[in-house]
């Protein structure tokens, strides 16, 4: 009778923490209650379930409002998940043992996104199950369920940079919250993107497009819609916004969804990287 | 089994560990003595891999530098406390301990039966008290048999009764052939102890058998003599009789003879007892009993520290 691996064990035990810790039950709800309910109520308190021409501006209405909450899911849980345990002395015991800095850092990456991705594919499927009834609309909140995974796994990410730089919790917290400021904040680009757009100035407003995986998953859960389904329910140019219109000018289509994918992927594996290079050339104590 | 060669380890501009090395050969035990804040701990977290050192460290032939996982395979670490990541039953804790060590979920099992925690295994380990938690931690480390076993201050906050039962644990383990380093400021252990390394301001200020540094110290054992009571003034005089008359002679310690209830007590250095106790039966005077109470590297401790002993 084996007792399974090092790197399943840690993941299953961050899983287990993860999906009983008070944020992710408290952030489950009031994100349902937010992303879903609220644009719900609002447009389909008159209707049994949302028209198929609403479908687009009730996506964008959920998009806006969801993927700039989503940080504040992994950001914190993930910022404390290794100072807790460098506080409690229980990290220098994980690493007494054969296990590795790397496999603790990807178990715990692995549990993290897990437990919060579930949150995330759980939310999507019971709003789209109370919005459109399985009907239209289901495979598009697919696509928005597909770019919020994304988000939150650069989160999760993001989480382990701070929290291997973090010697102790409420700094690590000071940094989530901070990071999330940063993102949802003082990244938007709602005002500079149309003005830049206008200008042709492209270039200058690439950088604060790629740097803010808000706006970089906003963009590919709306392009994945327009891409894929087409039709009256596609989004249009418009709905894309200006920063979706630059991306469009300088990398074309499907280059501007490729770039989005990229730039998501390379959020990911940086983040990852950097938190393994920190944890692995740092003190124990 | 384990070699630690010029080992050195700074925080920022503090020296906490100054070109230490030491030796502890297959199936010995090593007590590592220091005040606290001399340097065990963090020496020990080095062997553990878990601070960046320089110096040569070998575990069974593995550096722990660039083979650390191996080299930690070796190793069964038990800590000050043992502290869990997460609130669960015992049970839980041990799986996931075996886990992390490559260990068949049985061989928890055994270890809890062996350590007569399986009857709890339910209750939460965070639950535990300080003694539980040392038998629970000493049981995990044996998990796949480990050669080498590390011990970080193992009877902090621990009863007199705890002592006494990690002081059994400590000779059975060396009955089964492991290799310890026992790392204290406090110890009662230097009886059973092939090897005693005193550290000092991250320095290594003795090293070597406790029967050498004691000889070597010059240090005393306590004698307690029970005569009749008519003898007593001449036992004192022939004890003292050994002894030139030194006025700086520190109080309580040297020649003086002290009367206990029934009992003579005093102290007598390595290769002298035999002379004075010879003498005394010589005299004609009847031993009604005698008590040996030897010195150990504990009750020598400041003194070995010399120079490197706290203020």
Redesign the interface.
């Known amino acids: ?6 790197l ?3 993941t299953v ?1 961050t899983f ?2 993860t999906i009983r810790s008070k944020w992710l039950i408290m952030f489950a709800i009031v994100f349902f209650f937010f992303s879903f309910n609220l644009p719900f109520l609002s447009l389909g308190s008159l209707l049994s379930t949302i028209p198929a021409k609403n479908v687009p501006n009730f996506i964008q209405v959920v998009i806006t409002t969801s993927f700039s909450l989503m940080p504040l899911l992994a950001l914190p849980i993930g910022a404390v998940s290794i100072v ?2 460098r506080e ?13 800095r790397g496999k603790f850092l990807f178990a715990r990456f692995c549990g993290l996104l897990a437990a919060t991705t579930f949150i995330i594919v759980l939310g999507f499927t019971f709003a789209a199950l109370v919005a459109f009834r399985l009907s239209t609309g289901t495979t598009q909140m697919w696509y928005v369920t597909e770019a919020a995974v994304l988000l939150n796994a650069a989160m999760v990410s993001v989480s382990l940079v701070i929290s291997s730089l973090s010697r102790k919790r409420l700094t690590a917290y000071g940094g989530a919250i901070f990071l999330w400021f940063l993102f949802s904040y003082a990244g938007d680009t709602t005002v500079t993107a149309p003005i830049l757009v206008a200008a042709n100035q492209y270039w200058v407003l690439l950088p604060s497009i790629l740097l803010n995986p808000i706006e970089v998953s906003r963009l590919i859960a709306l392009f994945s819609m327009n891409v894929v389904t087409g039709g009256p329910l596609a989004i249009t140019s418009s709905d894309i916004g200006s920063t979706g219109q630059a991306l469009i000018n300088i990398f074309g289509m499907p280059g501007a969804v490729e770039a989005l994918w990229v730039t998501m992927g390379m959020w990911m594996s940086i983040m990852l990287a950097s938190a393994y290079f920190i944890l692995t ?5 | 089994m384990l070699t630690v060669s010029n080992l050195t380890k700074t925080f920022g501009k503090f020296r906490a560990l100054d070109g230490v090395s030491f030796k502890v050969e297959k199936g010995d035990a090593a007590l590592l003595i220091g005040p606290n804040g001399a340097g065990k701990t963090t020496a020990i977290k080095c062997v553990l891999g878990l601070l960046r050192y320089k110096g040569t460290i070998i575990v069974n032939d593995k550096n722990v530098f660039n083979d650390g996982g191996r080299a930690r395979a070796q190793i069964g670490y038990v800590p000050q406390q043992l502290a869990f990541g997460y609130d669960s039953s015992v049970e839980e804790q041990a799986y996931f301990i075996a886990k992390l060590k490559k260990a068949p979920k049985q061989e928890a099992v055994d270890a809890l039966k062996a350590a007569h925690l399986w009857e709890i295994r339910r209750r939460k380990a965070t639950s535990l008290s300080h003694g539980m938690r040392q038998k629970f931690a000493i049981s995990m480390a044996m998990l796949t048999d480990p050669p080498l076993l590390i011990f970080d201050e193992p009877i902090n906050n621990i009863d007199l009764r705890g002592q006494l039962e990690f002081r059994n644990r400590v000779m059975e383990l060396k009955k089964m052939g492991k290799t310890l380093l026992i790392a204290t400021h406090l110890s009662g252990l230097s009886e059973f102890m092939a090897t005693a390394i005193v550290l000092a301001k991250g320095r290594i200020v003795a090293q070597g058998t406790p029967g050498d540094l004691l000889t070597r110290m010059n240090a005393a054992d306590t004698l307690y003599l029970r005569v009749n009571e008519d003898d007593g003034p001449r036992v004192t005089k022939i004890v003292e009789g050994h002894f030139e008359y030194n006025p700086n002679q520190e109080e309580g310690t040297g020649p003086q003879v002290r009367q206990n209830g029934d009992w003579l007590v005093f102290s007598l250095p390595p290769g002298m007892k035999a002379n004075v106790m010879k003498e005394i039966q010589g005299a004609g005077i009847e031993i009604r009993d005698l008590i040996i109470e030897p010195s150990t590297i504990e009750s020598q401790y400041v003194k070995l520290l010399g120079e490197g002993a706290p203020a």
């Open positions: 009778m084996k007792a399974g691996s090092a399943w064990g840690i035990q287990k923490v807790e345990e409690s002395g229980s990290l220098a015991f994980i690493l007494s043992t054969p296990t590795s050339f740092q003190d124990i104590r």
